[in-house]
T-cell receptor, first 112, second 115 residues
């Protein structure tokens, strides 16, 4: 299994659609998980942290499945402005050692 | 909070030359990270510092690459004898002190082109 793996997409969805991304990770000891958003030729920006119990921020919901070693991001009621690349980040060393590893990203394109 | 600052924004160099990039993290952020990103890929971890100590280096970081953070504040990343394969965006990020992993705050990056 690759260390942090994402479906590269692209995901092409109409406005208003619900879309979900998954990210698998290799180390069961990983403790910290994040989703970042990256616009073309810009730096990544934090979208949300992922907590064990799952968390929601407006139209965005993040979940963690430790048994299957993946995190997910659900976007409801997609907007044109949601078009971007979504990157998952995992502390692969576990125990919050600071080695934060990115997936390759999933590209989302929301169409009118 | 002025954010993470990276200089220069762009660097064009000829193969074989040395280049140095600078990163100024957010004040009082004790962890500082360097990543490299090429088109269509996620950021690849290179190294990170906690204060002035370099705690981890990726095996991607060949001996031509060296990073320093001498006083635990700003950091420099030097690439010696640049190769065309070094062309990429070099991203710096910092995180505040505290338990566990805090989210990364990125700078705008330095785009390196090796001709």
């Amino acid at each position: 299994r690759k260390e942090v793996e994402q479906d590269p997409g692209p995901f092409n969805v109409p406005e208003g659609a619900t879309v979900a991304f998954n990210c698998t990770y290799s180390n069961s000891a990983s403790q910290s998980f994040f989703w970042y958003r990256q616009d073309c030729r810009k730096e990544p920006k934090l979208l949300m942290s992922v907590y064990s119990s799952g968390n929601e921020d407006g139209r965005f919901t993040a979940q963690l499945n430790r048994a299957s070693q993946y995190i997910s991001l659900l976007i409801r009621d997609s907007k044109l402005s949601d078009s971007a690349t979504y990157l998952c980040v995992v502390d692969l060393a576990g125990r919050s050692q600071g080695n934060l590893i990115f997936g390759k990203g999933t590209k989302l394109s929301v169409k009118p | 909070d002025t954010g993470v600052s990276q200089n220069p924004r762009h660097k064009i160099t000829k193969r074989g030359q040395n280049v140095t990039f600078r990163c100024d993290p957010i004040s009082e952020h004790n962890r500082l990270y360097w990543y490299r990103q090429t088109l269509g890929q996620g950021p690849e971890f290179l190294t990170y510092f906690q204060n002035e100590a370099q705690l981890e280096k990726s095996r991607l970081l060949s001996d031509r690459f060296s990073a320093e953070r001498p006083k635990g504040s700003f950091s420099t990343l030097e690439i010696q004898r640049t190769e065309q394969g070094d062309s990429a965006m070099y991203l710096c990020a910092s995180t505040p002190p505290g338990g566990g992993n805090s989210p990364l705050h990125f700078g705008n990056g330095t785009r390196l082109t090796v001709t």
